[in-house]
């Protein structure tokens, strides 16, 4: 077998996931597993959907009292998130 056609696993998986739709599903899928340790047990345990959508991170609550405190602390989460990913996807949050 020749060097040309060896790839470390790695760098097959980055290829795959860079995929549009495959990146979307991927990166929506660590926020959702990951929402609670960067937010804690209480938010998350309120959150009942979120999503990111083209840069906006859509956050479904089920308190009124949450969703108003969370609009105040929209840059945080961003900064957060974002830090977690260890890249700049979420652009803007929007709460629901």
């Known amino acids: ?3 040309q056609n060896e790839y470390k ?8 996931i860079k995929q549009p739709q ?8 660590r926020i959702e597993s990951l929402w609670a340790e960067m937010m804690g047990s209480l938010i998350s345990s309120m959150t009942t959907k979120i999503q990111l959508n083209r840069g906006v991170l859509n956050i479904s609550v089920s308190s009124a009292a949450l969703r108003q405190e969370l609009s105040y602390s929209k840059p945080l989460i961003i900064k957060t998130v974002n ?8 652009k803007s949050v929007e709460i629901h």
């Open 1 to 3: 077998m020749s060097d």
């Open 9 to 16: 696993i790695g760098d097959l998986l980055k290829k795959f």
């Open 22 to 29: 495959i990146e979307s599903a991927y990166i929506n899928s």
């Open 83 to 90: 830090e977690t990913l260890g890249e700049e996807y979420v």
